[in-house]
């Protein structure tokens, strides 16, 4: 049965609103990593230290990914939704007041809580809204936003940056997301479940036992942290390596990092046609090939002799990186049922959080350790994909749910 104008039309506004969400959440998590040589002049602070400084963010981050799953399979994830977004927004503003290297530690860890229930809660919400045979692809879609949001995030923040400083930028990021918060909560409602309510206790319990069990689930956690450290490390240390390594200015740096976010939400928003399309039951390949060549140009972009050709490897590192991202958060759309969808993605995006407080740390300390080179940061990034590669290899075939479960869609007002 084909879904109605009004309903298809609904349907898809909660896509665009959680599309936006997205971004918006990357403008403001790009803010501190555009902003942070700035702060780290007035507060005079080290490289291990600033490393200290973008790792906190991701410390609560991660903690927040199972949780935040969970609470969205509970509560549903409208309610999950409105409160990250709120919770993050504030901090964000309250970023712009830090007044000491404490300070601003716990506020980027808080700011971090708030948007780690924001994944799940968002895949949550493609689960209620879709049924289940678009969910892969409309995950893929949505999970674009991300390289949507830092692409525009340099043209955004650095004009800001410099025309107004950067506690001024974080005040007006802060107060557009409450805003937005504003306008989801009077614009999206919650979808009618036609579950029976009385088992529905039951079945979240015995499924969430069962996904800790599966070896796949671990596999592709392992396999998203690998690719975590490079994509994380990149976008936290790349605009600095790029100003003191390459000599771009700032300015320099807002019209050219967006594009290999423009790359990588290309390879993102195709990623779970391609994987329905050609690689069902052979998702592996996918994953591996794609790894394998993210090593590659991650190598041939360090060693590039142009900024011209880094940023044409960067671009085709986070092109191939993506195709990973895409298959990783399409099949457990695929494979479960929406009552654990919430509890699925954050099981996965822990593997990757976790990867968000380990590779700008770690980034920080070996150029610290080496004086400056960026050489040991780079190998330390080519070996965490190659991990992702390993666990890839010990993937067996994937077998497709035969679970019929059409989800009902929300109305929009």
Same mark, same amino acid.
């Given at each position: 049965?084909?879904?109605?104008?009004?309903?298809?039309?609904?349907?898809?506004?909660?896509?665009?609103?959680?599309?936006?969400?997205?971004?918006?959440?990357?403008? !403001?998590?790009?803010?501190?990593?555009?902003?942070?040589?700035?702060?780290?002049?007035?507060?005079?602070?080290? *490289?291990?230290?600033?490393?200290?400084? /973008?790792?906190?963010?991701? &410390?609560?981050?991660?903690?927040?990914?199972?949780?935040?799953?969970?609470?969205?399979?509970?509560?549903?994830? #409208?309610?999950?939704?409105?409160?990250?977004?709120?919770?993050?927004?504030?901090?964000?503003?309250?970023?712009?007041?830090?007044?000491?290297?404490?300070?601003?530690?716990?506020? +980027?860890?808080?700011?971090?809580?708030?948007?780690?229930?924001?994944?799940?809660?968002?895949?949550?919400?493609?689960?209620?809204?879709?049924?289940?045979?678009?969910?892969? +692809?409309?995950?893929?879609?949505?999970?674009? @936003?991300?390289?949507?949001?830092?692409?525009?995030?340099?043209?955004?923040?650095?004009?800001?940056? /410099?025309?107004?400083?950067w506690r001024e930028t974080f005040f007006i990021i802060g107060?557009?997301?409450?805003?937005?918060?504003?306008?989801?909560?009077?614009?999206?409602?919650?979808?009618?479940?036609?579950?029976?309510?009385?088992? #529905?206790?039951?079945?979240? #319990?015995? @499924?969430?036992?069962?996904? /800790?069990?599966m070896p796949l689930m671990w596999q592709l956690v392992i396999?998203?942290?690998?690719?975590?450290m490079v994509n994380k490390g990149l976008d936290s240390w790349?605009?600095?390596?790029?100003?003191?390594?390459?000599?771009?200015?700032?300015?320099?740096?807002?019209?050219?990092?967006?594009?290999?976010? &423009?790359?990588?939400?290309?390879?993102?928003?195709?990623?779970?046609?391609?994987?329905?399309?050609?690689?069902?039951?052979?998702?592996?390949?996918?994953?591996?090939?794609?790894?394998?060549?993210?090593?590659?140009?991650?190598?041939?972009?360090?060693?590039?002799?142009?900024?011209?050709?880094?940023?044409?490897?960067?671009?085709?590192?986070?092109?191939?990186?993506?195709? &990973?991202?895409?298959?990783? *958060?399409? /099949?457990?759309?695929?494979?479960?049922?929406?009552?654990?969808?919430? @509890?699925?993605?954050?099981?996965?995006?822990?593997?990757?959080?976790?990867?968000?407080?380990?590779?700008?740390?770690?980034?920080?300390?070996?150029?610290?350790?080496?004086?400056?080179?960026?050489?040991?940061?780079?190998?330390?990034?080519?070996?965490?994909?190659?991990?992702?590669?390993?666990?890839?290899? *010990?993937?067996?075939?994937?077998?497709?749910?035969?679970?019929? !479960?059409?989800?009902?869609?929300?109305?929009?007002?």
């Open positions: 049965m084909h879904n109605s104008p009004a309903k298809s039309s609904g349907k898809y506004s909660v896509l665009a609103f959680l599309f936006l969400g997205w971004c918006i959440s990357y403008i !403001d998590r790009a803010a501190i990593n555009i902003g942070i040589a700035a702060i780290g002049s007035e507060f005079n602070l080290s *490289t291990t230290v600033l490393g200290v400084v /973008l790792s906190s963010f991701f &410390v609560g981050y991660a903690i927040m990914q199972l949780p935040g799953g969970w609470l969205a399979d509970k509560f549903g994830s #409208k309610k999950i939704i409105i409160s990250a977004i709120l919770i993050w927004s504030v901090f964000t503003i309250f970023t712009g007041l830090s007044w000491s290297l404490a300070s601003l530690v716990v506020i +980027r860890f808080l700011f971090g809580i708030g948007e780690g229930a924001y994944p799940s809660a968002s895949l949550k919400g493609i689960a209620e809204t879709f049924p289940k045979k678009e969910r892969p +692809r409309m995950a893929s879609i949505l999970m674009s @936003s991300n390289y949507v949001g830092s692409a525009f995030a340099p043209l955004i923040i650095a004009p800001m940056i /410099l025309w107004l400083g107060a557009a997301g409450i805003v937005f918060v504003l306008f989801y909560w009077l614009f999206i409602k919650s979808p009618v479940q036609k579950e029976e309510k009385q088992s #529905k206790k039951t079945e979240e #319990k015995t @499924s969430l036992k069962q996904l /800790l069990k396999a998203w942290f690998g690719l975590s790349m605009p600095t390596y790029l100003m003191n390594v390459r000599n771009l200015d700032l300015k320099a740096i807002g019209i050219l990092t967006p594009l290999p976010f &423009v790359a990588a939400g290309i390879a993102m928003t195709i990623g779970g046609w391609i994987m329905d399309k050609y690689f069902s039951g052979k998702e592996k390949y996918l994953l591996i090939s794609s790894a394998s060549l993210t090593a590659i140009f991650l190598y041939l972009m360090y060693n590039a002799s142009s900024v011209a050709m880094v940023i044409t490897f960067q671009a085709l590192v986070y092109f191939f990186k993506s195709f &990973v991202f895409a298959t990783v *958060t399409a /099949l457990p759309q695929k494979m479960f049922s929406k009552d654990i969808i919430g @509890s699925a993605s954050g099981m996965i995006n822990l593997g990757g959080q976790s990867a968000g407080f380990v590779s700008p740390l770690m980034i920080g300390i070996l150029i610290s350790a080496f004086n400056g080179s960026y050489d040991a940061a780079f190998w330390f990034l080519i070996a965490s994909a190659g991990l992702s590669i390993i666990s890839g290899l *010990t993937i067996q075939r994937v077998r497709k749910s035969t679970e019929i !479960d059409d989800a009902p869609t929300p109305t929009v007002s």
